[in-house]
Structure formats: structure tokens, C-alpha cells
């Protein structure tokens, strides 16, 4: 027996198979930049942060200035060097992977409001745009935040509530500003009309 797909519910599988393609395409066109060093933020505090995090189990830096910013970026990257070393590679490598989440969301919820060529063309466009490739490798809370806003907002449209709301929590774990997206929503929900 055949089942059939709408655009609505595309099969797991292939939003995992999509995101294996956009991973390897988007590591491919960063390989270049792998090996830079650490700068701006990412030396400043969120390496930083990932290390006091990974030796001392502290949420709170410890051996930079506290900005106060939400401890998921830190946490995924002392996933990361735990597993891999404490390399700048392996920072770029686990942030390229959230980017790769966060386009096969932005195909996704392109796919869901429109159709296939959108979608495509969304991707790419998104993938390509100056601010998001270069943020695509940084170790920053930007692409985090992002990249759970779109699960979320994706999931919010899917009428998936209890995720949505999974998602834009995490959103704010990774970044404190990001809290203007759900409220918007919300707002949006609440309005009549």
C-alpha cells in the first residue's frame, strides 16, 4: 500500500534526509573558513562560557564577564569540544549543524505556505544572504535563537502547540531578545479578527 503525502506532512525521513543534504552543502562552502581563530563574541564569551561550563559545571561564566546571556549556545558547544576537542573547527562544525537545523525549518515552513519551487528558492536564498553565511559558523547565540524561532513558528502553524511552545522556549534559552517572537505571536492569537 501506497501512502500518499500532502504538502502538509512531509515524512520524517525525508525532512532528516533534507537536513543531511543542506548540512553537507553548507559545510562544504564553509570548509575554508573552519580553521579561523576564534574572534569578537565568540573569544570574548561564548567559548569562554562553554569552558566554564564544561570544567566547572558553572551556567554562570566565570573566567569572562557575565553578560547574562542564556546558557544553550555555551552548552551545545561544550557538547561539542567534551566530544571533539577544543578546537575552532569544532565550534564551526556544531554551529553549521544548527544551521543546517534552521534552513531545513525555513524549507519546511516555506514548503508548508507555498509550494516546492518556494521553498527551494527560499532555502538558498536564506543559505546565501551575506549575514546569515557568515553567522552560520560563528559561535554566537543569533543562529540558535533563530533556528529554534523557525521550529517554532513552523510547529505553530502545523497547530503542533505544545511544541511550538518547546521550541521558542529553547529559542529564549539560547538568546534573551528573542522573547519578542513568541509574545508577537501570542499578541497575534489574542487579537480578534
Request: glycine share 4%; proline share 6%.
Amino acid at each position: 500500500m501506497t501512502t500518499q503525502y500532502s504538502k502538509d506532512r512531509l515524512p520524517r525521513f525525508f525532512a532528516l534526509q533534507l537536513f543531511s543534504i543542506i548540512f553537507v552543502v553548507i559545510l562544504l562552502l564553509h570548509a575554508p573558513l573552519l580553521r579561523l581563530p576564534f574572534f569578537w563574541d565568540e573569544a570574548g564569551f561564548y567559548v569562554p562560557a562553554a569552558h566554564d561550563l564544561l570544567k566547572s559545571h558553572s551556567l554562570i561564566a566565570r573566567t569572562t564577564i557575565d553578560t547574562g546571556h542564556p546558557p544553550l549556545p555555551a552548552a551545545w558547544l561544550a557538547l561539542w569540544f567534551a566530544l571533539s576537542g577544543w578546537k575552532p573547527a569544532v565550534a564551526r562544525i556544531a554551529m553549521l549543524l544548527v544551521a543546517a537545523f534552521a534552513l531545513t525549518n525555513v524549507f519546511l515552513l516555506a514548503r508548508r505556505v507555498a509550494t516546492m519551487g518556494v521553498a527551494v528558492a527560499s532555502t538558498i536564498a536564506t543559505a546565501i544572504y551575506p549575514v546569515f553565511f557568515a553567522q552560520s559558523s560563528l559561535a554566537h547565540a543569533d543562529l540558535p535563537a533563530a533556528a529554534f524561532a523557525l521550529w517554532g513558528l513552523r510547529l505553530g502553524i502545523e497547530r503542533r502547540l505544545w511544541m511550538s511552545q518547546l521550541a521558542f522556549s529553547l529559542a529564549v534559552l539560547s538568546k534573551e531578545t528573542i522573547i519578542v517572537v513568541p509574545a508577537a505571536l501570542a499578541l497575534w492569537e489574542l487579537l480578534p479578527g
